[in-house]
């Protein structure tokens, strides 16, 4: 962006001191003269905006924007290319005119001029200048870009943490599951095992014992002895009595 255009204003606001010192000097007393003199019309200031590095084929806007007029007369705009390969420059009267970048590199240099109704200013210039780019140099992308890959991490991270969590998740739980399941398992069949034993156990040696103790009480021992006769004493009986 060229300075020259500040030199003009310096340049009108030392002339317009300088009239003014004059006619003061003169005993100018006519208001009619002195407003006209203060109302000196300034010409306005063309700003063509900032150098930029853009892509091949790129759709590019210009900036003249921050043109002005000291007097705060409107504005007329007139862009024109004065270096690199001819392209179309639409909207060349308005302050944001727009081209399509060449497909090579190269650097394409504009000039603006702006008219406030009675001066043209200076031509201010601007290069766009076309390059392959691996890194985006427009601070305005790479905040973006910076603010998408925040977002975009966050997301992932969000995403890939969830998709661990439930993995983990399901991971423990099955391992959890099947060890509890291991553990109970064996614990319950130890204890039924035992309890089965024991339960088994007793009533086998109740029925044992009930079926011995009876096999044992109701046995008689019979033992058989030859028969001993008696006939008593020896008796006298007499003949004839009955």
């Known amino acids: 962006m060229s300075t020259r255009p500040w030199s003009t204003i310096v340049s009108a606001v030392v002339t317009t001191l300088f009239l003014l010192s ?21 010409p306005p200031v063309a700003d063509a905006g900032a150098e930029r590095v853009v892509s091949p084929g790129q759709r590019v806007t210009l900036d003249g ?24 420059l639409d909207r060349a009267d308005t ?14 240099t504009f ?7 009675k001066f043209d200013s200076e031509p201010d210039t601007v290069v766009m200048r076309v390059r392959h780019q691996t890194v985006n140099n427009d601070p305005n992308n790479a905040t973006n870009n910076a603010s998408n ?22 991971t423990n739980n099955a391992t959890n599951n099947a060890t ?3 553990t109970n398992n064996t614990t ?24 011995n103790n ?18 008593g004493p020896a008796q006298t009986v007499d003949g004839g009595a009955s």
């Open 188 to 211: 319950n069949n130890t204890t039924n095992n035992a309890t089965n034993n024991a339960t088994n156990n007793a009533t086998n040696n109740a029925t044992n014992n009930g079926t």
């Open 22 to 42: 004059l006619m003061a000097l003169q005993g100018c007393d006519d208001e009619r003269a002195l407003s006209s003199t203060i109302g000196v019309n300034q």
């Open 214 to 231: 009876g096999t044992n009480n109701g046995t008689v021992v019979d033992t058989n002895n030859s028969p001993t006769a008696e006939a």
């Open 111 to 117: 000039s603006l001029r702006v008219n406030d109704g």
């Open 149 to 170: 890959n925040a977002t975009n991490n966050g997301s992932n991270n969000a995403a890939n943490n969830a998709i661990n969590n439930a993995t983990n998740n399901a």
């Open 180 to 182: 509890n399941n291991a």
């Open 95 to 108: 302050s944001e005119p727009s081209f399509t970048a060449p497909d090579r590199e190269v650097d394409l």
């Open 65 to 88: 924007t921050a043109s002005f007029d000291p007097n705060g007369d409107a504005l007329t705009f007139a862009w024109s290319l004065v270096d690199g390969p001819a392209v179309a």
